[in-house]
């Protein structure tokens, strides 16, 4: 019991001087001199940010409401991934270009073709993903449970769904996550505008 009474004390006395020594290092700090609004500068108090790394964000550009509205979670990556790409000076589309590249080296398509539907789920593309992995499923389940009865062997179909299901899904993956290489492949785009003699000529663009 007095070991619990002293801890306790030590607990309090911690608390006591760190809340103080925080609130100081916000003593003379006013939104204003930091450039940013009120609500935002309450938004960082109330989050227990330490002062430097919040000097350290505005350093980097990083505003308080848009790390709050953690970017990161959306692109998929670590807070700290996310902060050393922005102190490189990269936008959040080119963070989540190159991360989407780094993912185009893994083995995403195989593992797609092994679980077909993994990347469409992965990629939030649900009902595909559920129509791939239950063709698969279906197609792997039904070679083996209806045989074909006058030549007591399997029915092809069965096996060619199944592996086009996870052909199909391998694909998707691998086209998806190389396509952020060219974003702009597979659009189509009429521009029209002037020719060199002041006339009218229209751009066709047709990339696959």
Do not use: C
Not at 41 to 61: P, R, T
Not at 83 to 100: C, L, T
Not at 128 to 138: F, K, N, P, R, Y
Request: overall charge negative; cysteine-free.
């Amino acid at each position: 019991m007095p070991l619990m009474k002293l801890a306790l004390i030590i607990a309090l006395l911690i608390g006591f001087h760190t809340k103080p020594a925080f609130a100081d290092e916000w003593t003379g700090t006013s939104a204003e001199e930091m450039g940013i609004s009120q609500e935002e500068f309450q938004k960082v108090k109330e989050s227990g940010m330490s002062k430097s790394k919040f000097l350290k964000l505005l350093e980097l550009g990083i505003s308080p409401n848009e790390y709050f509205s953690e970017p990161w979670k959306k692109l998929g990556v670590s807070e700290s991934h996310w902060i050393n790409e922005k102190k490189a000076g990269m936008a959040d589309d080119d963070i989540d270009r190159s991360y989407r590249k780094q993912d185009a080296n893994n083995l995403t398509p195989f593992v797609s073709f092994l679980l077909p539907g993994y990347y469409e789920y992965k990629t939030n593309r649900t009902y595909t993903g559920l129509i791939l992995s239950t063709l698969a499923v279906g197609g792997i389940a039904a070679t083996f449970l209806h045989k074909n009865e006058e030549t007591d062997g399997i029915f092809p179909i069965y096996p060619i769904i199944a592996v086009g299901a996870m052909l199909w899904s391998a694909g998707n993956a691998y086209l998806g996550t190389r396509y952020v290489d060219n974003q702009e492949a597979g659009r189509f785009s009429m521009n029209m505008g002037l020719n060199g003699n002041g006339g009218p000529a229209a751009l066709l663009s047709l990339n696959f």
